[in-house]
C-alpha cells in the first residue's frame, strides 16, 4: 500500500512540474486581417467558378499550420495582410473520354479436392473500359504584402498544370468474376471535379504553399505572432 501511495505522489508530482515548466496553456492566436483581392478578366473559364467560395479556400490553405488567424476582410477595413491575385488565365481543355472493348480472364476458386487443395477454373468476360481525361493549366500573378514593422513584399507568377485521369468498367458480358474487384465497376464509384475544383488543384500545386512559407516565415516568432 505504501509502494502503491508513493507512486501516486510521484506521478502528482511530475504533471505539476510539467504544467509549471510549460507555462499552463497556450495562449489564444492572434487575429490579423487579410484582404485576398481577385482579377480574373477576359477568362471564360473563370466565369463559372465561385470566386467568392475559391476567396474562402485560399484563406483555409494560407492560415494552416500558421502562428496567427488571418480573418478575412475587405479592403476598407485596414488588412494587416493584402494578397492580390491576378488570375492571367485558366485553361480547362475539353473533357477526353475513350471507351476500350477488352477481354479478362482470371483463375477463380470453385472447390477443392479431396486431398483439400483448391481447385481452380478459369472464367473470362468481355468489357467496356471507360478512360476519362481532362488537362488544366493557369498562369497566377502575386502580389503579397504585409503592412507590418518591418513591412514584407513577396511577389511571383505560377503556372501550373493539372491533369485529372481515370478509369472504370461500364458493363460486362460474360462472367462477373472475371474482372478484377479492385477495378471501379461504376460511375458512381467517384467524382470527377468540377471548374472549382480544377482551379483550386491548380492553386494548391505550388502557389498556396509558397505564399503561407512566405506568411509563415514572418510571423513565426513570439513577437510578430502577439503584437
Not at 6 to 25: A, D, E
Not at 61 to 83: I, K, M, R, S, T
Not at 163 to 171: A, F
Not at 181 to 201: A, V
Amino acid at each position: 500500500m505504501k509502494n502503491h501511495r508513493l507512486i501516486v505522489l510521484i506521478i502528482l508530482f511530475s504533471v505539476i512540474g510539467c504544467t509549471s515548466r510549460n507555462g499552463g496553456p497556450r495562449p489564444p492566436k492572434r487575429d490579423v486581417p487579410m484582404a485576398i483581392n481577385i482579377k480574373a478578366e477576359n477568362n471564360a473559364t473563370v466565369n463559372f467558378v465561385n470566386l467568392d467560395y475559391y476567396r474562402l479556400q485560399l484563406l483555409d490553405e494560407l492560415e494552416q499550420f500558421q502562428a496567427v488567424n488571418f480573418v478575412l476582410v475587405e479592403n476598407d477595413e485596414n488588412p494587416e495582410v493584402v494578397l492580390d491575385l491576378n488570375i492571367a488565365s485558366f485553361t480547362l481543355w475539353p473533357r477526353d473520354e475513350r471507351i476500350y472493348r477488352r477481354r479478362v480472364s482470371r483463375n477463380v476458386v470453385v472447390g477443392t479436392d479431396p486431398a483439400g487443395k483448391p481447385v481452380y477454373q478459369t472464367v473470362s468476360a468481355i468489357v467496356d473500359i471507360v478512360q476519362i481525361q481532362r488537362r488544366s493549366n493557369a498562369r497566377f500573378i502575386t502580389n503579397l504584402t504585409v503592412k507590418g514593422d518591418p513591412p514584407m513584399k513577396f511577389q511571383r507568377t505560377f503556372v501550373p498544370n493539372y491533369n485529372y485521369g481515370t478509369s472504370y468498367i461500364d458493363n460486362i458480358q460474360g462472367d462477373p468474376r472475371a474482372v478484377d474487384p479492385t477495378i471501379s465497376m461504376s460511375r458512381g464509384m467517384g467524382f470527377e471535379p468540377n471548374e472549382d475544383d480544377f482551379l483550386m488543384l491548380l492553386s494548391k500545386q505550388e502557389m498556396t504553399r509558397r505564399l503561407s512559407s512566405e506568411l509563415r516565415k514572418y510571423y513565426d516568432t513570439p513577437t510578430k505572432a502577439t503584437e
